[in-house]
């Protein structure tokens, strides 16, 4: 079975501090690959990253940052310095060969909410 | 480049009758992805075209629910018989080949069966 657990519900932060969000993955699929994508308040789902399963490099885009270990099936992410702009809905999702053609399967999601 | 656009964004229907929607992918991209959104949910898969062939159903999707991509363009999605549980944001994402590329999200649509 493939799997997101995203098992943060909320949270809340003020502005400035650093926030990691966690996300764990199940697939039996040695293929696959992960992505985050940010709904904010209007509701359109933004796409942040995508990575796949052979490439467990670090990535670092301005203020973001994505972890990727398979030791522990984990794609975490973190927004260092927060703004007030970042208050969204974050979601992390798989893609595995063995799934469907492509499909996204997504966690619940992580809301977001950053403080003044 | 627009991006994925869909119509109608909010849409009220009264229980029993039928909505359609479209969805007009980044005008590149051959596969095309039909989710549905819960509140408080990920969206969920409904069903997938490449080209003008839906190559796959999830079993979300009922036989109240029909889906075409007509020409390998835009597509659309029926709800026949509409019912509350129905009610629900219903997104279109487009993508390129090959597999596991990502997909672009259009804005959605909201409906609401009363």
């Known amino acids: 079975a493939q799997k997101v657990t995203q098992a943060q519900t909320e949270i809340s932060v003020v502005e400035k501090e650093d926030v990691t969000l966690d996300c764990v993955y199940e697939t039996r699929d040695t293929t696959y690959y992960l992505f985050w994508y940010k709904q904010p308040p209007s509701g359109e789902l933004v796409f942040l990253i995508r990575r796949n399963s052979f490439d467990e490099q670090n990535e670092i885009s301005g203020r973001y940052s994505w972890n990727f270990q398979k030791s522990t099936s984990s794609f975490n992410f973190t927004i260092t310095a927060s703004q007030v702009v970042d208050s969204a809905v974050y979601f992390c999702?798989?893609?595995?060969?063995?799934?469907?053609?492509?499909?996204?399967?997504f966690g619940k999601g992580t809301k977001l909410s950053v403080k003044p | 480049d627009t991006g994925v656009s869909q119509d109608p964004r909010h849409k009220i229907t009264k229980r029993g009758q039928n909505v359609t929607f479209r969805c007009d992918p980044i005008s590149e991209h051959n596969r095309l992805y039909w989710y549905r959104q819960t509140l408080g949910q990920g969206p969920e898969f409904l069903t997938y075209?490449?080209?003008?062939?839906?190559?796959?159903k999830s079993r979300l999707l009922s036989d109240r629910f029909s889906a075409e991509r007509p020409k390998g363009s835009f597509s659309t999605l029926e709800i026949q018989r509409t019912e509350q549980g129905d009610s629900a944001m219903y997104l279109c994402a487009s993508s390129s080949s090959p597999l596991g590329y990502e997909q672009y999200f259009g804005p959605g649509t909201r409906l609401t069966v009363t």
């Open positions: 999702a798989l893609s595995a060969k063995g799934g469907s053609q492509g499909n996204l399967i």
């Open positions: 075209f490449q080209n003008e062939a839906q190559l796959e």
